[in-house]
């Protein structure tokens, strides 16, 4: 089964965050919702609610058992970043190595943002496998900067179906502004499928338990149609068919600097005055400055790679018998997720509007 308030959290953030039904997108909502889960552990009140409302109840739990098994290459870190010299609650620590990958460290941000915003960089790349080089750009930290949480993931995984070798070639895609040939991978293999509501799904499996579903639009791509209720209910309506896929290799990369979307959608008091952290340190009054989050996604005829960082930046308020097959080719805009096969943790959600 799917969980349903995960993906109801994919694809509400998808769209405050990426609006433009003509733009690619790609983001991680497992990073977005680790990060900010994590974060949550040290709010309290109507700052916690929200956050908590938005993510949904039970999503903590959910991440924290998306593991990936030793047959895919996983990396993911959940680090808490202080000023040097700042108290943290014995709680929150606790709290936090309950995440994969926890660790504390201390950065200079009143002394030496810059040198700072390299220690995090430098981070985040060593997990990602340099996929991800600058998550925090220059100017996003500041000496008011008091803390930061940062997720960063990495996930590269081989398909269980081999694409046929060599048979990746230049066929038409149907973009918004005009097709154009872009390279197409092809398989034919007894894969899971489902067709409802003018939506298809096809599901890709691939090493370490985990898949990538191309979920194929009748149409034109209109997001609006595919609520978090639709989508459950078509990725439970799988079942096996012969299918001749022919789908896009893909080469996304996207960033997002997430306050506004995060706000659309209720989360605001964690970046105002009136932020409850306490739960992180009794030294300051502290809010959220910006959620900042990159991800990158590949898909070729071996398997799939991406990885995605997110950082919360905290300040001191005063300073996510078979028949013949059926032919289906993705050659239109599409969303793409990459999810845990048992949880269905979305490790990646992309909207593919023009492949490359």
């Known amino acids: 089964m799917t969980d349903r308030a995960h993906l109801a959290f994919a694809l509400s953030l998808h769209r405050a965050a990426a609006p433009d039904p003509e ?29 908590v409302r938005l993510l949904g109840e039970g999503g903590d739990e959910l991440l924290r058992a998306s593991t990936v098994t030793d047959d895919a290459s996983f990396a993911v870190a959940n680090t808490l970043w202080t000023r040097e010299g700042l108290e943290v609650e014995a709680e929150f620590l606790d709290a936090l190595g309950r995440w994969p990958g926890a660790k504390v460290r201390a950065a ?3 002394a030496d943002p810059e040198g700072a915003r390299t220690l995090v960089n430098a981070d985040v790349a060593e997990t990602t496998y340099d996929l991800i080089p600058e998550l925090l750009e220059p100017g996003s930290v500041s000496p008011d900067t008091v803390a930061s949480v940062v ?16 048979g990746t070639e230049p066929r038409p895609f149907h973009a918004p502004a005009g097709t154009v040939d872009v390279p197409t991978m092809t398989l034919t293999a007894r894969l899971f499928h489902a067709a409802a509501d003018g939506w298809q799904a096809i599901t890709l499996p691939a090493l370490g338990g985990v898949e990538a579903v191309v979920l194929l639009p009748d149409g034109d791509l209109d997001e609006s149609t595919l609520d978090a209720d639709r989508l459950t209910a078509l990725l439970d309506a ?63 005829e071996q398997g799939f790679e991406g990885a995605a960082a997110t950082a919360v930046m905290i300040r001191a308020v005063s300073l996510v018998v ?21 949880t269905g943790a979305v490790y990646f959600l992309a909207r593919v509007v023009r492949p490359g």
Do not use: M
């Open 23 to 51: 733009v690619n997108a790609c983001w991680s909502p497992y990073s977005v919702a680790s990060a900010l889960g994590v974060a949550a552990q040290a709010a309290g009140g109507r700052t916690r609610e929200e956050i």
């Open 238 to 300: 799988r079942a096996i068919s012969h299918i001749a896929l022919f789908t896009p290799a893909l080469a996304l990369r996207a960033r997002f600097a997430l306050k506004d979307a995060l706000a659309e959608l209720g989360v605001r008091t964690v970046f105002t005055s009136a932020a409850d952290l306490s739960g992180l340190s009794p030294d300051s009054d502290l809010l959220v400055d910006d959620v900042l989050h990159e991800a990158v996604l590949r898909v070729d």
């Open 322 to 342: 078979e028949s013949d097959p059926v032919e289906i080719h993705v050659d239109r805009p599409h969303l793409l997720l990459v999810r845990h096969a048992r």
């Open 151 to 166: 997720n960063a993931v990495y996930l590269k995984a081989g398909w269980l179906n081999a694409f046929a070798d060599g």
């Open 108 to 110: 200079p941000f009143a």
